[in-house]
């Protein structure tokens, strides 16, 4: 089965930075685009970043453009965000999930559980 | 920038038939999704491509989208479905996923 397991999350100062990391396991994870979405506390999703199967493109939302990226190691069947300038308002729980498709967006198949990340002095 | 927009909040009764909408610029010509969150649970999508239902997601649950509006309709509503729920969609655009701003569904 499908198993998607983050880790990395707590808590930074403002200005920080952390890096997630999602193991995937119970698919080929290299044929599979894979997405970050996160949820602040008692507010709804929001997409963060996504990436297709080999890497090739890399898409950002504009809250997060230029201080996040992703990545992956299709040989280590892992997802990253690397997190640089945190702020107050990047606190959320933070989601990978896998796309159903390698190369187009298509939806989110599978989520993780998240992991849970607080920006705070 | 692309905005969808989901009411707040919808009631039902058990074992009637309620729809939650979502509304875009030209929706219709994208396609659309929509994924269940219980409380203290990640997401579930429970509508694909508009109108399709993944393996193990109840007959019940059925899905529209025309024009400017998708709907999620939820029929026989049982109490297991009182939940968030979000709709989402692909910009292609500004390459970003939009999601609703989700609705609460509460079956009295």
């Known amino acids: 089965q499908v198993q998607l397991v983050e880790s990395g999350g707590g808590v930074v100062q403002p200005g920080g930075s952390l890096r997630l990391s999602c193991a995937a396991s119970g698919f080929i994870f290299s044929n599979y685009g894979m997405h970050w979405v996160r949820q602040a506390p008692g507010k709804g999703l929001e997409w963060v970043a996504f990436?297709?199967?080999?890497?090739?493109?890399?898409y950002y939302a504009g809250s997060v453009r230029g201080r996040f990226t992703i990545s992956r190691d299709n040989s280590e069947n892992t997802l990253y965000m690397q997190m640089n300038s945190l702020r107050a308002e990047d606190t959320a729980v933070y989601y990978c999930?896998?796309?159903?498709?390698?190369?187009?967006?298509?939806?989110?198949?599978?989520w993780g559980q998240g992991t849970l990340v607080t920006v705070s002095s | 920038s692309y905005e969808l927009t989901q009411p707040s909040s919808v009631s039902v009764s058990p074992g009637q038939t309620t729809s939650i909408t979502c509304s875009g610029d030209?929706?219709?010509?994208?396609?659309a999704c929509w994924y269940q969150q219980r409380p203290g649970q990640s997401p579930v999508v429970v509508i694909y491509?508009?109108?399709k239902r993944p393996s193990g997601i109840p007959e019940r649950f059925s899905g529209s989208n025309s024009g400017n509006t998708a709907t999620l309709t939820i029929s026989g509503t049982q109490a297991m479905d009182e939940a968030d729920y979000y709709c989402q969609a692909w910009d292609s655009s500004t390459a970003n996923v939009i999601f609703g701003g989700g609705t609460k569904l509460t079956v009295l």
């Open positions: 491509q508009d109108n």
């Open positions: 030209k929706l219709g010509d994208k396609y």
């Open positions: 999930a896998k796309d159903v498709s390698g190369v187009t967006v298509g939806y989110f198949e599978y």
């Open positions: 990436i297709r199967s080999h890497g090739s493109n890399k």
